[in-house]
């Protein structure tokens, strides 16, 4: 792995960490394209699958700073306790699927195919959760957020799904409007991915050497600038235009990668 790598992924994280596009289908396909010194996939390296997990951690500290008065408003609890609530599915099906998840994440071709039929279904949300009665974090319930969270354990499961869409979708079914339910999937994205996070540097901080500390800085700091500038701008999107563009992007995507492996181009992670 080497600067260019860095930035690339990095600029990839911030970017789709929260759209409905999957960031780590994304990061996961790009790292199989580019090649080290060797002429392998740089995603074969381990560090490079802890550095794919560890920088969105800039993207989380986006979204603090942005919604900072939400985050630190200690007197309101129970913004807290449906973060809690909405996490806690996902960290025992990641718990119990790892080996699962690990071997989907090793298969770009199973991230496309997800990626794709992902697409598909962005094609006709917009059509489907018409009348949203939430409009605010504060009037999401205990119960909102759990089903929320059993949406999350979708993306969790299966690689390429995206977490932000899944959360959004299952927001939106339970009568949140599209900011709401984008704005509550930011916030779960925090715990969420301090725990995926934590997990992964706690399993693999033996692969990081002197300069892989460098590279997780430099990693962090870009995904932390271009995901400010990616929240705000896809909240807006989002209001005007809805989910098809985000759907269609996939399906392309997806199609792309999986004609480039069904025509003989060796696309492998592990």
């Known amino acids: 792995m080497n600067l260019i790598h860095v930035i690339i992924l ?3 994280e911030g970017l ?4 409905p596009v ?3 289908g994304h990061m996961v396909i790009a790292s199989s394209l580019m090649n080290d010194v060797n002429g392998n996939p740089i995603g074969q390296d381990e560090f490079v699958k802890i550095f794919e997990v560890a920088i969105q951690l800039g993207a989380i500290l986006a979204v603090v700073v942005l919604y900072w008065k939400k985050f630190f408003d ?4 129970s913004f807290y306790l449906k973060l809690l609530i909405a996490v806690i599915p996902a960290l025992i099906f990641g718990k119990l699927l790892n080996d699962f998840i690990d071997k989907t994440l090793g298969n770009p071709i199973f991230i496309a195919t997800v990626m794709f039929l992902g697409g598909i279904v962005l094609l ?3 059509k489907w959760f018409l009348n949203p009665k939430i409009n605010d974090e504060k009037d999401i319930t205990n119960g909102n957020a ?3 969270g059993l949406y999350q354990v979708l993306a969790v499961v299966f690689p390429g799904l995206s977490r ?4 959004i979708i299952g927001g939106m079914q339970q009568k949140l409007s599209r900011k709401a339910a984008a704005e509550f999937s930011f916030f779960l994205a925090v715990p969420t991915m301090v725990a995926a996070t934590g997990y992964k540097l706690l399993k693999g901080y033996h692969y990081i050497t002197g300069s892989g500390v460098k590279f997780l800085l430099i990693g962090n700091a870009i995904a932390f600038v271009v995901a400010l500038l990616a929240i705000r701008t896809f909240i ?3 209001e005007k235009r809805g989910f098809k563009l985000f759907g269609w992007y996939r399906i392309i995507l997806g199609g792309v990668i999986l004609a480039l492996y069904f025509t003989g181009h060796q696309i492998v992670v592990s």
């Not at 200690?74 to 609890?77: A, G, Q, R, T, Y």
């Not at 932000?164 to 959360?167: H, L, N, P, V, Y």
């Open 74 to 77: 200690f007197k309101h609890w």
């Open 22 to 24: 999957s960031s780590t």
């Open 164 to 167: 932000s869409a899944a959360t």
């Open 16 to 19: 789709t960490e929260f759209l």
């Open 10 to 12: 990095a600029i990839i």
């Open 146 to 148: 759990l089903k929320i």
């Open 236 to 238: 807006t999107f989002l």
């Open 124 to 126: 006709f949300v917009d």
